[in-house]
């Protein structure tokens, strides 16, 4: 079963548009890591955020806001004010305290910003 | 701080040959994984160290894929003999913390994009 499920495959926004990426968790663990990944064309993953399952304070960086909730098992990503640069592939991940640091991905969205 | 370093960049090969990657993770991550990274999907785990132990190789093809990581530092994987299927970008990644913890992200590298042709 996939424990990371990222619904949507591309997304078009045009530029300063707002833009939310979905992510869906699954696990039966109650410690737990949440991260996002950006993937720009050149192919590096870069790493934008770590939550913890016991902290489900949302968090704003920049332009930048996750949605934590553990109600729903998911862990949404928005990008306000969107740019070209933020065109990119973006990653959900999921990290079980139980599984030894075992990164589990989604499938990826494929975010594509239009001046 | 110097980033997770991988090399090749590129590599094209036929089918039934082999090839290796080389990956050097930052100083003092004790933690190293490979991915593959097929075209269209997200990062695959297929082979993780902790030191210079194998934590996870579930998912690791072991007949024909091969990975070391012998003074606990720099890792090299290997294919051999390579298939069409195989061709994807594989990706080493580092992490600090200790394996059971969960909490550290990965760091990775540029990836090694594989062409089999």
């Known amino acids: 079963a996939q424990k990371v499920t990222q619904a949507q495959t591309e997304i078009s926004v045009v530029e300063k548009e707002d833009v939310t990426l979905d992510c869906v968790y699954e696990?039966?663990?109650?410690?737990?890591?949440l991260f996002w990944y950006k993937q720009p064309p050149s192919g590096e993953l870069v790493f934008l955020i770590r939550?913890?399952?016991?902290?489900?304070q949302n968090e704003i960086s920049g332009r930048y806001s996750w949605n934590f909730q553990k109600s729903t098992s998911s862990f949404n990503f928005t990008i306000t004010a969107s740019q070209v640069v933020d065109s990119a592939v973006y990653f959900c991940?999921?990290?079980?305290?139980?599984?030894?640091?075992?990164?589990?991905f989604g499938t990826g969205t494929s975010l594509t910003v239009i001046p | 701080e110097a980033g997770v370093a991988q090399s090749p960049r590129y590599k094209i090969i036929e089918k039934r040959q082999s090839v290796a990657f080389w990956c050097n993770p930052i100083?003092?991550?004790?933690?190293l994984y490979w991915y593959q990274q097929i075209l269209g999907q997200g990062p695959k785990l297929l082979i993780q160290?902790?030191?210079?132990?194998?934590?996870?190789d579930s998912q690791l093809p072991k007949d024909r894929f091969s990975a070391e990581r012998l003074k606990g530092v720099d890792s090299t994987l290997k294919i051999q003999p390579a298939k069409l299927e195989d061709s994807a970008v594989y990706l080493c990644?580092?992490?600090?913390?200790?394996?059971?913890?969960?909490?550290?992200?990965?760091?990775f590298g540029n990836g090694t994009r594989l062409t089999v042709t």
């Open positions: 990644a580092s992490s600090l913390v200790p394996f059971d913890s969960g909490n550290s992200p990965l760091h």
């Open positions: 696990t039966r663990d109650t410690t737990y890591y």
């Open positions: 939550r913890n399952s016991f902290d489900e």
């Open positions: 991940a999921l990290s079980e305290a139980n599984t030894g640091n075992q990164f589990y």
């Open positions: 100083s003092g991550h004790a933690t």
């Open positions: 160290f902790q030191n210079n132990g194998v934590v996870d």
